[in-house]
């Protein structure tokens, strides 16, 4: 069996992931729940968990915190969060996984799998100080994704991504530098994670980065840098040469 804690200043999201895992996850149980730090860390020291599913925004501080309250962490985390930057960062502390709200019955399995195949997470002190002093030193850094694949994660800048192709249940991020990866998202995730920084849908298997657009042509085919091409979908078209028409010559 393994022993959870669930970590959230509003308690209908602790009900909410409480349920999920007795529901879906039968060999999960939660023994305890937390609304902040202070509770939080009386009640891992109480239970030793094996895994805490911890909210990034909490009353008294951030998830990150609770981790430096330990010289010790015998703990896997999966971060839960509203806020998909943060991403990068709960797994620059090895979290199990990251997982956005609102809270996806496919992807905690999948985060609940990967513990399941982890019989004993190897805990590195240096390594692990190391990456809490990144935490919390304050730099600027070009909003980035992490894309999860099936040797682990990478990194990625957002702006080097030039489209997104669907590969089955799979997503082709294709990249600047003549690059390619393989995610285990599929395009409905990318779509939704991207969104708001100019990668769009123009058709139902292709997300574009409008900063790589180089021309279109009447064909349906729209041209990217590096060479890379994405077709139109005519239910994309308006929404897609709307973001052209808007655009007004440089004076």
């Known amino acids: ?3 959870a804690i669930v970590v959230d200043d509003e308690a ?10 007795r529901d879906y996850c039968k060999d999960v149980e939660v ?22 599913f911890l909210d990034i925004e909490l009353p008294d501080g951030k998830g990150f915190d609770l981790l430096q309250m330990f010289s010790n962490i015998n703990f896997r985390v999966v971060f839960v969060t509203a806020y998909s930057e943060y ?4 797994f620059r502390v090895n979290a199990a996984d990251y997982l956005l709200k609102p809270v996806k019955i496919d992807e905690l399995n999948a985060a609940v799998e990967k513990i399941r195949a982890e019989n004993k ?17 304050s730099s600027v850094v070009q909003p980035s994704i992490v894309v999860p694949n099936i040797k682990g994660f990478e990194v990625l800048r957002i702006s080097e991504i030039i489209m997104c192709k669907a590969d089955g249940y799979c997503t082709n991020l294709h990249l600047e530098g003549n690059r390619k990866v393989t995610s285990s998202k599929n395009l409905k995730h990318y779509e939704e994670l991207l969104r708001e920084h100019n990668i769009i849908r123009v058709h139902n298997s292709y997300l574009v980065n409008i900063s790589h657009v180089q021309s279109f042509t009447r064909q349906g085919e729209i ?20 973001r052209f028409n808007r655009k007004k010559p440089a004076k």
């Open 121 to 137: 997470w190897s805990y590195d002190p240096e390594k692990f100080t190391g990456l809490l002093k990144t935490l919390t030193e």
């Open 223 to 242: 041209m990217l840098t590096e060479s890379n091409k994405a077709f139109l979908g005519d239910s994309f078209r308006n929404s897609f040469l709307g």
């Open 31 to 52: 023994t305890a729940t937390a609304s902040s730090l202070k509770t939080a860390y009386r009640a891992i020291r109480k239970h030793n968990p094996d895994v805490v």
């Open 1 to 3: 069996m393994i022993k």
């Open 87 to 90: 991403a990068i960062r709960a």
């Open 12 to 21: 209908p999201s602790r009900e909410v992931m409480t349920n999920y895992l």
